[in-house]
Structure formats: structure tokens, C-alpha cells
């Protein structure tokens, strides 16, 4: 059945079980300290984090810019320089 290393090896897992209970059963039945219930609320914060994100997105806005918009920018910049052009080569021919 394993030897006497087996038997040692689950009578040190079942201690360790034990411990673990009793732990379990105190916090359980209300002897928790303060120290004790702040560092289990930071652990959970962080597991929340962890697994919800740094926060919240930002906001959308409400109002959507149009996709033409900077082309029709850029036409009014190329209209304007179109229609200075006549001048500049004015004043390099004179």
C-alpha cells in the first residue's frame, strides 16, 4: 500500500487539513480581527480588479463626427491656397 512513507505523507496532509479548518472556523465564527477583515477586503478589491479590469471605460459621446469631416477640411485648405494662388504668381512675376 505504499509503505510507512505513504502513511507518514497523508497523516502530514491531514494535519495540514486540519489547520486549515480550524483557520476556517475561527475567521467562521467571528473571531476575525480588523487587521484580519481589511487585508481579506484588499485581496478581494485586487481579485475584483483582476478579473473586472483597471475600471470603468469612458464614456462614449453622444454625438458622432462625421468620417468626411477632415477631407472636407483639407478642401477648404486646398480651395484657399487655390485661390491665392493668382497672387503669389503675380508677385513672382513682378
Do not use: C, F, W
Amino acid at each position: 500500500m505504499g509503505g510507512i512513507e505513504h502513511v507518514e505523507k497523508l497523516m502530514g496532509e491531514t494535519a495540514d487539513a486540519i489547520a486549515y479548518q480550524k483557520e476556517v472556523s475561527d475567521m467562521l465564527g467571528g473571531r476575525i480581527t480588523n487587521q484580519d477583515e481589511d487585508e481579506v477586503e484588499d485581496e478581494l478589491a485586487a481579485l475584483e480588479r483582476e478579473v473586472n479590469g483597471p475600471g470603468p471605460l469612458p464614456a462614449v459621446p453622444d454625438t458622432i463626427l462625421s468620417v468626411s469631416e477632415p477631407a472636407e477640411a483639407g478642401r477648404e485648405r486646398a480651395d484657399r491656397q487655390a485661390e491665392r494662388r493668382p497672387e503669389r504668381q503675380a508677385m513672382l512675376t513682378s
